[in-house]
Nanobody, 112 residues
Framework: QVQLVESGGGLVQPGGSLRLSCVASGSIFRLGFMGWYRQAPGKERELVARISTGGITNYAESVKGRFTISRDNAQNTVYLAMNSLKPEDTAVYYC??????WGQGTQVTVSS
């Protein structure tokens, strides 16, 4: 089992920035691909960004150039730096390990 705990969400104005963190514990050797997903009200959960153990990254087209995913394997932590935030980025953001283990989510609201 892997336990994931997200933090860093909040309310920010359009154009602002936030950094999300996800700390993993438990069966760390199973972490593999770490990803950030989000789910807005009335919409399906979607992949935002993911990163392999070796640092290879993938991003949704809607966040390319604005969001950066990174991981610190020594600290069992994955980050999502979000810049130039837009109202359409408003959602609950979830951390995931291999899309099998999930955190509880952290709310990000972009509004003036």
């Amino acid at each position: 089992q892997v336990q994931l705990v997200e933090s860093g969400g909040g309310l920010v104005q359009p154009g602002g920035s936030l950094r999300l963190s996800c700390v993993a514990s438990g069966s760390i050797f199973r972490l593999g691909f770490m990803g950030w997903y989000r789910q807005a009200p009335g919409k399906e959960r979607e992949l935002v960004a993911r990163i392999s153990t070796g640092g290879i990254t993938n991003y949704a087209e809607s966040v390319k150039g604005r969001f950066t995913i990174s991981r610190d394997n020594a600290q069992n932590t994955v980050y999502l730096a979000m810049n130039s935030l837009k109202p359409e980025d408003t959602a609950v953001y979830y951390c995931s390990s291999n899309a099998l283990f999930w955190g509880q989510g952290t709310q990000v609201t972009v509004s003036s």
